[in-house]
């Protein structure tokens, strides 16, 4: 029988089994708690600690001398390695100096750290006091930290000088310093982590990350419930307020290990390379805590897939460090192929240790797939998942029963989750009609299971639209051997090479610029980084302004406020905003006259003139198929 035929059959005895395989401190007796809301715990009753699993547990028995972690930083021409022996002892050694600035469990942490070794060890270190850390991504501005700092309320703040962007040193302590400003919530405590690219004099409340932990006593795991939080991650929504994604101790541990086994195949001792960030999900999920866990060694690769120092640069990577199985986003192939069509990076370079190519985020171009999949010889394998459920929910699993892979789909379930299409009122689709993508519930263990300080939005959010369902807010459909097909986004979340992002939140720094009466930001096709981000904006009455220096204004305001990453480089002043009668932005649309040649007329539009000349603006300045944007 498959693995899901067993979890359809006994989905608690299921996950149950699979909880027993790890070293709880105080085994779970009560597998599933449901409450009356719809939410649900997994393993409420267990005690266990995430650190413990991933590090002290693997020196136990026997793999203390095995490498846990490489770093391979080629925008500091630096490697290191860690044994599990020494990653236990630098992270317990950093716990202690946690628990010393006053940090116990259920403490909140936020880490806001480059792609050094530093963050995953400050992330172990939360783990293993059960403090919940909150890793905030080193590419988002001081507003966006600020508001994290304040829904989180951690105890202290952790940081190191400098993020390092290809050639480019971005200096973090400015950044840091503002959002502190900005913050109405002020942490106990700054440690900084001093670079040598980025010295810096410290403010009489930042301390030396060095200085402390070099006197810090050594401390050991601390368990928790099974259900206790591990961490938080923000991630974007429909509103300018981002959802704290909570993440359990014991339903992600659990999941993590089987999804390593079971998805990517990868067996202890095994080299696995997520090229992310410790920042998204991805990075929690596989650079630190999944890998680990599975006693497998992990990379942590601080640079671009290209210009570091060449398109080949993710070829030495997976040949030098013997990497069995490769995760990244279809970006960065994007990205390599376009400096690199022809796959010279790969010549000469012996990829016989890898056995597959994972790739997950945003959509999978099937030329991308192609390209991928003829250059290297691998199976690329394409797999769907999000910040909320913390592991995938369809996947062409190396330990399942895989089956042949599907251009266009992301695989099948995966035991855990009973993924169904549904029509708006409720009903299901049939086989190959296109709908709304919910899974029922409860979600698999290791999903989250509410959102940080807002359990009614979590209910709002994401369970009162199906009753007894998840909405994933993607939209897709399931063909006659259920295989998964995802479309894209139903709401205002785009996705820019990788990297989930609110157009809503764009939208609302867009409108505090006097000049702007309305404005509406949506995503457009790209051809590198899948989708970017456009402005469409009515000018206030009376207001006379150069457009191209408000788009100026504007792209710089969305780079402060927002981060770079949202690579919003384009605002087109419109005379009015195509509506409905009731006055709804008809966004959809808007994307659709950027995108298609040929887009119906929505029988609620009020004015149908105003899609004429938005086309002749965007013709005009060659957006989207108008020409490269
Ligand atoms: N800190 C500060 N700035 C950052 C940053 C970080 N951690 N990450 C990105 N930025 C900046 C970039 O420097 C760039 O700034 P610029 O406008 O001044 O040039 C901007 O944000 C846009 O970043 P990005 O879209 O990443 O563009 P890029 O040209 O730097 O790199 C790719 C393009 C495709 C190579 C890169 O996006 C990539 O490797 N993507 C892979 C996808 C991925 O890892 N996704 C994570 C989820 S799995
Ligand atoms: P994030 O929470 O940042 O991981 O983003 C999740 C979103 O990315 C999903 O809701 C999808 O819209 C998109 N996504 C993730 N994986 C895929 C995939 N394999 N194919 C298409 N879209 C994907």
Known sequence: MSDYARWIADPEGFWAEQAARLAWTRPPTTTLRRADDGSWAWFPDGELNTCDLALDHHVANGRGDQVALIYDSPVTQTQRRWTFAELRDDVARLAGALRG???????????????????????????????????????????????????????????????????????????????????????????????????????????????????????????????????????????????????????????????????????????????????????????????????????????????????????????????????????????????????????????????????????????TLAWLSERTGKPALDHWWQTETGWPMVAYGQGLEAGEVRAGSAGRPVPGYDVVILHEDGTPCPAGETGDIAVRLPLAPGAFTTLWNDHPRFLESYLARYPGYYLTSDGGYIDEDGYVYILGRIDDVINVAGHRLSTGEMEAVVAKHPAVAECAVVGIDDPLRGQVPIGFVVLADGVRIDPAELERALVAAIREQIGAIAVFKQAVVVGRLPKTRSGKILRRTLRRLAVEAEVPVPATIDDPVILVEISAALRARGVGRFGAA
């Open 101 to 367: 600035l006053g940090v116990g469990k259920g403490d909140r942490v936020i880490i806001y750290m480059p792609m050094i070794p530093e963050a995953a060890m400050a992330m172990l270190a939360c783990a293993r006091l059960g403090a919940i850390h909150s890793v905030v991504f080193g590419g988002f501005a001081p507003p966006e930290l600020a508001t994290r700092i304040d829904d989180a309320a951690p105890r202290v703040l952790l940081t190191a000088t400098c993020g390092i962007e290809g050639s480019r040193v971005i200096p973090y302590m400015p950044l840091v310093r503002d959002a502190l400003a900005l913050a109405s919530h002020a942490p106990e405590h700054v440690v900084v982590l001093e670079r040598p690219e980025a010295p810096v004099t410290l403010a009489a409340v930042e301390l030396e990350w060095r200085t402390l932990v070099d006197r810090a006593p050594l401390v050991d795991p601390v368990p928790v419930a099974g259900s206790d939080p591990l961490y938080i991650l923000y991630t974007s929504g429909t509103t300018g307020r981002p959802k704290g994604v909570v993440r359990d101790h014991g339903g992600h541990a659990t999941a993590l290990r089987y999804s390593m086994e079971a998805i990517y195949g990868v067996r202890p001792g095994e080299v696995f390379w997520a090229a992310s960030d410790v920042g998204w999900v991805v990075g929690h999920s596989y650079i630190v805590y999944g890998p680990l866990i599975a006693g497998c060694t992990t990379v942590l690769y601080e640079g671009k897939p290209v210009r570091t120092p060449d398109a080949g640069a993710f070829w030495r990577v997976i040949e030098e460090h013997q990497v069995a199985v490769f995760f990244t986003a279809p970006t960065a192939f994007r990205a390599i192929r376009k400096e690199d069509a022809e796959g010279e990076g790969l010549r000469g370079r012996d990829l016989s240790k890898l056995r597959a190519i994972f790739v997950a985020g945003e959509r999978l171009d099937p030329p």
